[in-house]
């Protein structure tokens, strides 16, 4: 039943070493999204694909990257995370670019030592 | 000044109270209004849509949209246990995707 599953649930990783975060999504969305949240604060757009058109919002830092090999997967590489990148993941999809609804995953929380 | 404000609370009611949440926001261009429910480690689920000004009512929710004041707010009635969650508002333009949030209120019904 799940719709939008991301791996791993926890990821814990040292500072400095990359580590890359997995979405897939059984809904054969066009569009799939990844934000940042940290706590007690709202989820941050990061960028997001509209099929293989990759878009970044402006304030994304070039730590931040990823990649969209099919429909079904999206990943984010942190290339060297820090201390501030410590935060839940989410990847959301939606149908179509102006659709309304974005089905979010439940997250990965990110720990970095 | 952010785009979107909302008090993150926190606010604890009793079991059966009538719970009201709000946001303001200060882009005129926002059309599209979402109420988002998240519940502890877990990523957010869709609870409400509303486009433009107007009410939407769905079971105990309703969902209220006032553009001329730039006010959305999200009543639930009969508040349960089960409804102790942190929920966003976020909304966004007539053209594109992106969404923009509240930092969430964070509420707890009291058994």
């Known amino acids: 039943d799940a719709m939008v599953i991301q791996n791993p649930r926890y990821q814990v990783t040292q500072f400095g070493k990359p580590v890359t975060l997995s979405c897939s999504q059984t809904?054969?969305?066009?569009?799939m999204y990844w934000y940042q949240q940290k706590s007690s604060q709202a989820p941050k757009l990061l960028f997001h694909?509209?099929?293989?058109?990759?878009?970044n919002e402006a304030d994304t830092p070039d730590n931040f990257q990823s990649r969209r090999p099919n429909t079904s997967f999206c990943f984010l590489d942190i290339r060297s995370p820090g201390l501030g990148d410590a935060a839940m993941y989410l990847c959301?999809?939606?149908?179509?670019?102006?659709?309304?609804?974005?089905?979010f995953g439940p997250g990965t929380r990110l720990t970095v030592l | 000044q952010k785009e979107v404000e909302q008090d993150p609370g926190p606010l604890s009611v009793p079991e059966g109270a009538i719970v009201s949440l709000n946001c303001t926001y200060s882009?005129?261009?926002?059309?599209?209004f979402m109420w988002y429910r998240q519940y502890s480690r877990k990523g957010p689920e869709l609870l409400m849509y509303?486009?433009?000004?107007g009410n939407k009512e769905d079971g105990r929710f309703t969902a209220q949209v006032d553009k001329s004041s730039k006010y959305i707010s999200l009543f639930i009635r009969d508040s349960q246990p089960s409804d102790s969650a942190t929920y966003l508002c976020?909304?966004?333009?007539?053209?594109?995707?992106?969404?923009?949030f509240g930092e969430g209120t964070q509420l707890t019904v009291n058994p």
């Open positions: 959301a999809t939606s149908r179509v670019a102006s659709a309304d609804t974005q089905y």
């Open positions: 809904l054969n969305h066009n569009v």
């Open positions: 694909y509209y099929d293989k058109d990759f878009n």
């Open positions: 882009n005129s261009a926002f059309q599209y």
């Open positions: 509303t486009y433009s000004s």
């Open positions: 976020a909304m966004r333009e007539t053209s594109g995707s992106r969404l923009t």
